[in-house]
């Protein structure tokens, strides 16, 4: 959650989130139109980019070098994409191919999966676990889990009654959110294992559509947006659960007569009973459209960040001890020229060619020899051709160094 990627009907842009006053501008691409999916690989200047215009067409690129590191074209439509420092995942409606990011090498392809519309997926962020989530069923809310590192199945995990909408790892890949459909429950289960762990309802009253959920790198809290205005976090703790002593208290009293109550009470009502509400909440100004949420540190302080798709970034104050209502402190523009123009005039480093075609022609400063080896100048071993029946490249992917595969917090 330190950078946001957005693609346009012009291109696509990188942002930096390291500023609450300011939304600094890493990089913009006008090479390729109308970009619906846009993966960085952390802080690195690996990039994965996808277009309509070519929907079954996968472009890597090293942005700060503006070379096209491979493409590679699918036998139907790419509906999402995700990658960490050890695997990258494709996602078609009745197809997953896990490639190694390294060489880009295609490893293993998942055909017998039910169809996937929406290209519903989850890639631990945490490459030591790379623990990929997809639903396992049309009808009900069946997750497959499987090991992106050794390439087998994990286990199903029987998570809701109706589909799945949502799924998200946390950042060691030890856990596992979800919710249906309906967007009423959202659970959280022990990865590889399984075992639920935590039960929060994001309310009763209606069916949503949630849109983001995700973790906070620490894991102590989650959130869930939909395509109402309400943004709900939740923390994950056990209350009561084993506690040694209750308190001689009137409230210690009733805790127990009402743990007590819900043992014979059905078993639908119960669950319900104990379940945690939200901890925190924020009311947004608009509803119906979809967001992205993440739970961050900006300036060592835990915030909250909605981006809207009507290109808008707001950024609220989250209390990690009381919680309550979120407090919105800045909105940034996200499709704004002037922005771009300041943040250009800052950057005093010299300009860098954004495409493979001006890299090409430049061949005499930049030879891509030497920022790619075991690519070939035309981007690949087998550009275009279709997988899974060819290998591709044969030599590792290279970015500036080492550092900027960031590690993995812990």
Same mark, same amino acid.
């Given at each position: ?56 067409? /996968? ?53 017998? /999966?039910?169809?996937?519309? *929406? ?15 997809? =639903? ?10 499987? @090991?992106?590192? *050794?390439?087998?199945?994990?286990? *199903? ?96 009293? /009733? ?17 319900? /009973? ?6 925190? *909440? ?95 100048? @035309? ?27 960031? =590690?993995?917090?812990?």
């Amino acid at each position: 959650c330190s950078s946001l990627a957005i693609g346009t009907t012009t291109g696509y842009r990188l942002f930096s989130l390291s500023s609450v006053e300011q939304l600094d501008q890493v990089h913009e691409s006008n090479e390729i139109p109308d970009v619906y999916i846009v993966e960085r690989l952390f802080s690195s200047s690996l990039v994965v980019v996808v277009s309509h215009a070519k929907p079954q067409q /996968m472009n890597v690129y090293h942005f700060k070098k503006g070379t096209e590191i491979c493409n590679y074209s699918y036998s139907s439509n790419i509906l999402s994409i995700r990658l960490n420092r050890q695997r990258l995942v494709v996602c078609l409606e009745e197809s997953i191919y896990i490639h190694n990011i390294k060489d880009m090498k295609l490893l293993k392809t998942i055909l017998d /999966m039910p169809p996937n519309t *929406t290209g519903l997926c989850a890639l631990s962020i945490n490459h030591a676990n790379s623990y990929l989530a997809y =639903p396992g069923s049309v009808t009900s809310g069946e997750i497959a889990l499987y @090991d992106g590192n *050794t390439l087998k199945t994990a286990c *199903t995990i029987p998570a809701h009654d109706g589909p799945l909408a949502a799924l998200a790892f946390n950042s060691t890949g030890s856990k596992l959110a979800s919710a249906s459909e309906k967007g009423t429950v959202i659970r959280v289960f022990s990865i590889p294992g399984g075992q639920k762990l935590y039960e929060f309802r994001r309310g009763m009253k209606r069916y949503v559509n949630i849109s983001s959920l995700v973790f906070s790198m620490d894991s102590q809290f989650l959130c869930a947006s939909s395509n109402t205005e309400t943004v709900h976090i939740f923390k994950l703790e056990h209350l009561t659960d084993s506690r040694p002593e209750e308190p001689p208290t009137w409230s210690g009293y /009733m805790g127990k007569m009402f743990q007590a109550a819900t043992n014979y009470l059905p078993a639908q009502v119960s669950g319900m /009973m104990n379940q945690d509400r939200a901890f925190a *909440t924020v009311r947004l100004n608009i509803s119906g459209q979809r967001n992205i949420c993440a739970l961050s540190t900006i300036q060592k302080l835990p915030r909250l960040l909605v981006t809207t798709s009507d290109g808008h970034l707001y950024i609220y104050n989250l209390d990690p001890q009381d919680g309550g209502e979120c407090v919105l402190i800045k909105k940034h523009s996200l499709l704004g020229s002037g922005k771009m123009e300041e943040n250009k005039e800052n950057d005093l480093r010299p300009p860098l060619p954004q495409s493979y075609a001006a890299t090409v022609a430049r061949q005499s400063t930049v030879p891509s020899t030497s920022t790619m080896p075991g690519y070939s100048e @035309d981007g690949g071993a087998l550009r275009g051709e279709v997988i899974p029946e060819h290998e591709f490249a044969t030599g590792p992917v290279c970015l500036d160094d080492e550092n900027e595969f960031p =590690p993995v917090s812990i």
